[in-house]
C-alpha cells in the first residue's frame, strides 16, 4: 500500500460521516482518430443542489482511479486523460465538515498532503490530462484542474473561485503555487486574493478564458463533445496552446505588494490568511513547485488549527444553514398567499422596497405618499431601476415591460390598499406618525391583510396598540442599502399571530432575504449592539481621546468600515436619534453624546472631509468638538468597546431578544457585513477572553468556531 493510500486511510477514519464523491473512470476512441482516451467523472451520486467535494475517501478514490489510469497510460493503451464533473459541478473544494472535526496539527497536514500527493499524480501521467471545467468550481475543485496539462471551461459556468481566504484558509492543494506560474502573480493574486477578500466574489466562465486559466471556452450545451473535439486536435498537433511568458521580475513582487495592500485595506492585519497566501505566492517566484507544496501544507495546517478558520466556517454555516431555517419561525403551512403588495411612503427607503418587492414576487406594487409629486418620484426610481437592469441585460424588455406594468402609485390609500395582502411603512421614524399611518391602512385594507414597519429602533407592540386587529402587525426591518445586505429582523410585537409572522417569513423566503426572529425589545439586534459599540467609541472621544486613536483602536476587527465612516453612511442625526431611543430605554448603558448632537445640529454630514482623497477630520466638526482631558490608548479604547459590547449581546441574550447567540452572529453578518474571520462577532469575543472576563462566560460552547478541546 503506498503512503498515500495509508495517509488518506486514517484521514478517512477522522471523518465517518463524509459524503463520498466516486471518480468513474471510462474509456472511448476521441474523435478525428485521435486515439484511445481515460476520462474520470467526479461524482457524488447526489444532484447538483449537493455539489462533489473532497474529503480523504474521495480522494482517496481519485487515487484509485488515478492508478489505474497511470498503468495505461504506460502500457500505452491511452493517449490522455481528461477529469470532468457530473451535470452542474465540477466539484467545489475540501469538504469543510471534516475540517471543523479536526483536533491536531499532524492530522491537518495530513489533509494538506493527501491532497497533494493525489493531485500531483496527474501532472506526472506518461500522457497529457485535460481538466474540463463543465460546472461550479471552487478551491480544491479549481485546483485539480491545475495540475492537468490543459484545461478546457464550459461559457455556462455561473461560480469558479478560490475561495479559501474568504473562510481563513489558503488555497492549499495547489492553487497558491500553480496559479502564479500559470497566468502571472497579477492575475493569481486578483483571483486569490481580492476577489475572496469582496465578499467571495465568482469568475464566470468567459472570465476565467480571459485570464488565461483554460485553454479554450466551449457553450454549455455541447460542451464536453466540444471539448473532445478540441482535445483530439492538440493530442494530434493540430491546436497548439500557447500561454504567455511568466514575469518574474519586478512585476512579481509588485503584485504581491499589492495583494498586501488589498489584505490591509481589508482586515487590517487581523485575519493570518490572506498574508500566508501571499508568502506562499512569493516564495513560487522560482517556479519551485514541491517548496510550494510544502509551504501550503504548513499554511493550511496552522490555519486548520487556528481560531480565525473555525470562526469562517462557523460563520459560513450560520449564512448557508441556520440563515435559510430561521430559529423560531412558526410553521410555513400557516403563511397566506401575497398576491398584491401596499408600501406607504415613496422615499428613497419605500422606492428601495417597492423596487424589491416588485422583482422577488412579481405582484402588484402600489405605492402612497401625501403628494402626487413624490408618489411620482418614487414611481420612477422603480422605473429607473428597471430600466438599468435592462441595460446591463440582467432582464429582457418582455420582463422589463411587465415589471413596469405592475408598478403604480395613488394618493388615496382605500383606492391602492383595498386588495393588498401585505403593507408596509417606511415613513418618518416618528410614533404617533407609524400609529396614524396604520390607522388609516387598517381601516381600507382587507382584514387578512399583514401590517408591516420597517422601524428600526421604535416598539411594534406600541405601534399596534391602537389597532382593532393588532395581531396583523410585525416587525420587517431591512438594512441599507436594501438590494445588498440580506438581512430582516422579523419583530414579533406582542399581539402578533403566528399566522401574520409565517406570512412574513414565508414572504421574506421569496425576498431572497436571511430571517432572523427578533423580539420586541428596543433597536433590535444589528442597531443595539452598532449603537452600544459606536457609543463607547464617542464616550471616549467626548472625554478627550483624539479621534483618530478611538478610531485606530477597533482596526484590528477588520471591520468593513471604521466607526465613523459607518456613522456617515448611517447619517449623524439617524444615528443620535436611535442613541436618544435606547437612552431613554436603557439610561445606563446608552449615552447622548453632546458633540453628536453639535454635529447633526450644525447640519454636518459626517466628521470627515475627502479633499485628499482619504478621510481627514473636518476643520468645521474639529472646531465644534468638546472633549475633555481623559486620553486612552488604543489597546484601552479597543478593551472598553469590546467589554461594551460584551455586555450588551449578554443581556440581549437573558432577556430573549433573538434564541441564540448563533442568531445574533448571523445578524452581524448579514446585515453589518461584519467579517467571516470573526465569525460575527461572539467567537472572536470568546477567543479573546472578554465573554468570560465581562460576562463569566463563554456566549460558545467549546468546539462551536474553536479548534475542539
Not at 457524488?44 to 449537493?50: A, M, R, S, V, Y
Not at 454549455?220 to 483530439?232: M, N, P, R, V, Y
Request: charged fraction near 25%.
Amino acid at each position: 500500500m503506498s503512503t498515500t493510500a495509508e495517509l488518506l486511510k486514517g484521514a478517512a477514519e477522522l471523518f465517518p460521516d463524509e459524503v463520498v464523491t466516486q471518480a468513474h473512470v471510462r474509456h472511448f476512441d476521441l474523435p478525428l482518430g485521435a486515439g484511445r482516451f481515460a476520462l474520470i467523472t467526479l461524482d457524488n451520486g447526489l444532484d447538483h443542489t449537493k455539489p462533489t467535494t473532497f474529503g480523504p475517501q474521495s480522494l482517496a478514490n481519485l487515487n484509485a482511479a488515478i492508478d489505474q489510469v497511470e498503468k495505461e497510460a504506460a502500457d500505452g493503451e491511452i493517449v490522455g486523460a481528461g477529469v470532468t464533473g457530473k451535470p452542474f459541478i465540477f466539484a467545489v473544494g475540501a469538504d469543510l465538515k471534516g475540517v471543523e472535526l479536526l483536533k491536531q496539527h499532524d492530522h491537518a497536514l495530513a489533509i494538506g498532503k493527501g491532497g497533494h500527493e493525489v493531485f500531483k499524480r496527474l501532472s506526472k501521467l506518461a500522457v497529457p490530462t485535460f481538466a474540463y471545467y463543465n460546472g461550479a468550481a471552487m478551491g480544491g475543485g479549481v485546483e485539480v484542474g491545475l495540475h492537468c496539462t490543459y484545461r478546457t471551461v464550459s461559457a455556462a459556468i455561473p461560480a469558479f473561485s478560490l475561495p479559501e481566504v474568504f473562510l481563513g484558509l489558503v488555497p492549499g492543494w495547489g492553487g497558491c503555487t500553480l496559479l502564479p506560474n500559470l497566468i502571472g502573480a497579477d492575475k493569481a493574486v486578483s483571483v486569490i486574493i481580492e476577489n475572496s477578500l469582496n465578499q467571495n466574489k465568482q469568475l464566470k466562465g468567459k472570465q476565467v478564458y480571459e485570464l488565461g486559466i483554460a485553454d479554450a471556452i466551449f457553450e454549455g450545451a455541447d460542451f464536453l463533445e466540444q471539448s473532445l473535439i478540441w482535445t483530439a486536435a492538440v493530442l494530434k498537433g493540430e491546436i497548439e496552446v500557447e500561454r504567455p511568458v511568466i514575469d518574474r521580475g519586478e512585476a512579481w513582487d509588485q503584485a504581491v505588494a499589492k495583494g498586501r495592500f488589498i489584505a490591509d485595506s481589508k482586515v487590517h492585519g487581523a485575519a493570518p490568511a490572506a498574508y500566508r497566501a501571499l508568502d506562499i505566492i512569493a516564495t513560487a517566484k522560482n517556479g519551485d513547485l514541491q517548496q510550494g507544496y510544502d509551504a501550503e501544507d504548513q499554511a493550511l495546517a496552522d490555519l486548520i488549527m487556528g481560531g480565525e478558520l473555525r470562526a469562517g466556517i462557523y460563520a459560513f454555516n450560520l449564512v448557508q444553514k441556520r440563515g435559510k431555517r430561521p430559529a423560531g419561525a412558526p410553521d410555513k403551512n400557516l403563511a397566506r398567499p401575497v398576491t398584491k403588495v401596499g408600501v406607504v411612503g415613496a422615499g428613497l427607503m419605500a422606492s428601495q422596497l417597492a423596487l424589491l418587492f416588485l422583482r422577488r414576487l412579481e405582484v402588484p406594487v402600489v405605492l402612497t405618499d401625501i403628494d402626487q409629486e413624490r408618489v411620482d418620484k418614487g414611481v420612477g426610481y422603480v422605473h429607473a431601476e428597471i430600466d438599468k437592469l435592462l441595460g446591463k441585460g440582467r432582464i429582457n424588455q418582455d420582463k422589463a415591460n411587465r415589471l413596469k406594468a405592475l408598478v403604480s402609485g395613488v394618493l388615496d390609500k382605500a383606492e391602492g390598499f383595498s386588495d393588498a395582502d401585505f403593507v408596509i411603512e417606511a415613513v418618518f421614524e416618528e410614533m404617533g406618525v407609524k400609529q396614524n399611518v396604520f390607522a388609516e391602512v387598517e381601516a381600507v385594507a382587507p382584514a387578512h391583510a399583514i401590517l408591516a414597519t420597517n422601524t428600526s429602533s421604535l416598539s411594534v407592540s406600541e405601534m399596534a396598540s391602537k389597532l382593532k386587529h393588532p395581531e396583523r402587525v410585525v416587525g420587517f426591518h431591512f438594512f441599507n442599502p436594501v438590494a445588498v445586505l440580506p438581512l430582516l429582523e422579523i419583530v414579533r410585537g406582542e399581539q402578533t399571530d403566528d399566522a401574520s409572522l409565517a406570512t412574513a417569513f414565508a414572504v421574506a423566503k421569496k425576498l431572497k432575504k436571511t430571517a432572523v426572529l427578533v423580539k420586541d425589545a428596543p433597536a433590535f439586534v444589528v442597531n443595539r449592539i452598532l449603537t452600544r459599540f459606536m457609543g463607547e467609541i464617542q464616550n471616549v472621544i467626548d472625554e478627550g481621546t483624539p479621534v483618530e486613536v478611538a478610531e485606530k483602536a477597533v482596526e484590528p476587527l477588520g471591520l468593513p468600515m471604521s466607526p465613523l465612516v459607518l456613522l456617515e453612511l448611517v447619517g449623524p442625526a439617524i444615528g443620535l436619534h436611535v442613541s436618544e431611543t435606547l437612552n431613554r430605554a436603557f439610561p445606563d448603558r446608552f449615552t447622548v453624546s453632546p458633540n453628536l448632537k453639535a454635529v447633526v445640529e450644525a447640519g454636518k454630514r459626517g466628521f470627515y472631509v475627502y479633499d485628499s482623497g482619504k478621510p481627514e477630520l473636518d476643520p468645521e466638526v474639529a472646531a465644534l468638538l468638546k472633549q475633555g482631558d481623559k486620553v486612552l490608548t488604543e489597546e484601552q479604547v479597543r478593551a472598553r468597546v469590546l467589554d461594551a459590547v460584551a455586555q450588551e449581546i449578554g443581556l440581549m441574550l437573558d432577556e430573549g431578544v433573538v434564541a441564540e447567540a448563533q442568531d445574533i452572529d448571523l445578524c452581524l453578518i448579514t446585515g453589518a457585513g461584519w467579517p467571516f474571520h470573526l465569525g460575527g462577532i461572539t467567537p472572536y469575543l470568546d477567543r479573546e477572553g472578554v465573554s468570560e472576563r465581562v460576562n463569566g462566560k463563554r456566549f460558545l460552547q467549546p468546539g462551536v468556531a474553536s479548534v475542539p478541546a
